[in-house]
């Protein structure tokens, strides 16, 4: 018999990190995720067919058509 237990074999056990602390990393990670996405949208910048202006509201004729007040 051997002294070595069999719940980890690579012999890390998962460490116990405080709720601050899983916090700070996880915005870490968006944070760095941002800059990337980030960095390559800038290649992109030049494409019109991204951005399109928004159409205007047509008037409302029904004044006209009805001969109005």
């Known amino acids: 018999m051997s002294d ?4 980890n074999e690579s012999g890390q056990e998962p460490k116990k990190v405080s709720l601050a602390d899983a916090i700070k990393n996880k ?20 494409n ?6 928004q159409n205007n509201k047509k008037p409302n004729n029904q004044r006209r058509r009805t001969g109005g007040s």
């Open 4 to 7: 070595v237990t069999p719940t």
């Open 27 to 46: 915005l870490a990670q968006k944070k760095q995720a941002q800059a990337d996405n980030k960095s390559g949208s800038q290649q992109r910048a030049g």
């Open 48 to 53: 019109s067919a991204v951005m399109r202006s």
